[in-house]
């Protein structure tokens, strides 16, 4: 009997998984002969709601009290979607290619502007994305790049570039700045909390016995912020190695506590006020901040200034002939779209659709508003 219901599970299971295929595999969209599937989509929006603010957020555009910004994302999503396929048919009809050589120069272009790649993955592991998935985006991005060569001149003169900075003057100009490196030893009480109560062994404590080891806990981390700091007093010279140890903030700790410079306003007021008291070649006492303790070592001071248009002159180019770029590709996006046959095989994907949902969730949400505010009155 056992045997028939574990191949009876094994069975259920394998119809379950195959319908799941199905579903992904199903087409929602028909953009001239090619295929936009439910899979396709999951993944683009997933991305969208995993990454970034809305996950930051904390946000369930999924949870129906967010409908109204599921419908949002839904729209530019599926746009996203359609726009691709009509720039990958295209790219394919031109037979633009991408070589692992101009993947590995790009990626090596982005690393000289990071710094290193160490830092390059730690960005990326920062927003969630893959190796794998950035290599493949990057390989688009340059395609991309390939096909709007084809469409029209995008080279950028200095003239041009001198254009643009006499006319934004103002994007050019900087307040007093430090350059400074820190460590951090992090205290969160709210998660020190946490991890006590979802231990077992914590399950049977009061509220004030809960307290009592949050507070130890925030304790020892105060001990070890004055241990770290007493050692760096010791021997300041060895500020980069042992940031690099004990530093809870892992993006500048491979860096040796390195943060550049920054403007007092980048930072939290009291990280700002310390630093900006400092003289070089100084370290501070323990500044504590909502992210734990800090020690600081203040390396230079610049003055406020304007960045001198030689030393901008190619971040200027490179931006107005990203501009020149998009501007190609959106009208051939117009074209293409005009002559394409697209086709909304489910109709839930399209865009009429979607703002029809957007347009009843602002209806209903006004509706709310309105009941809600003559309860409140009803109530005085």
Do not use: W
Request: proline content about 2%; overall charge positive.
């Amino acid at each position: 009997m056992k045997g028939k219901k574990l191949l009876a599970t094994i069975a259920l299971s394998a119809i379950l998984f195959t319908g799941c295929g199905i579903k992904s595999a199903q087409t929602i969209i028909k953009v001239n002969d090619k295929n936009i599937t439910q899979g396709q989509f999951d993944e683009s929006f997933n991305k969208q709601t995993n990454n970034g603010m809305i996950a930051q957020l904390g946000i369930n555009v999924k949870d129906g009290k967010n409908n109204f910004l599921y419908y949002l994302i839904k729209e530019r999503v599926v746009n996203e979607l359609i726009v691709r396929e009509l720039l990958e048919q295209e790219m394919d009809k031109r037979d633009i290619k991408v070589t692992k050589e101009d993947t590995e120069n790009a990626i090596k272009e982005i690393v000289d502007k990071v710094g290193s790649k160490e830092q390059l993955q730690q960005i990326l592991k920062q927003n969630g994305v893959s190796a794998a998935d950035f290599r493949k985006d990057l390989a688009q991005e340059v395609r991309m790049k390939k096909l709007a060569k084809e469409l029209g001149n995008s080279d950028v003169s200095d003239a041009d570039a001198k254009k643009y900075y006499t006319e934004n003057i103002k994007q050019f100009k900087y307040p007093e700045r430090v350059r400074a490196s820190h460590i951090l030893i992090s205290v969160n009480p709210q998660e020190i909390e946490e991890i006590i109560t979802s231990n077992k062994e914590n399950a049977g404590l009061s509220k004030d016995e809960i307290k009592k080891k949050v507070d130890a806990e925030i304790a020892a981390k105060k001990a070890k912020a004055d241990k770290v700091l007493a050692e760096v007093k010791k021997d300041p010279s060895q500020f980069a190695k042992i940031a690099k140890e004990n530093s809870d903030d892992t993006t500048t700790a491979v860096k040796g506590g390195e943060l550049g410079f920054f403007a007092a306003q980048e930072m939290v007021p009291e990280f700002s006020k310390a630093a900006f008291s400092m003289k070089p070649n100084t370290v501070s006492g323990l500044v504590k901040t909502n992210f734990g303790y800090h020690i600081i070592m203040v390396t230079d001071r610049m003055a406020a200034g304007q960045e001198p248009f030689e030393k901008v002159k190619n971040d200027i180019k490179a931006y107005l002939q990203n501009q020149k770029q998009l501007q190609l590709i959106d009208n051939l996006v117009e074209s293409l779209k005009k002559n394409a046959s697209i086709e909304y095989v489910n109709s839930e994907f399209d865009p009429a659709t979607i703002r029809k949902e957007v347009q009843q969730e602002i209806k209903e949400g006004s509706a709310k508003a309105k009941q809600i505010e003559k309860e409140k009155k009803s109530d005085k």
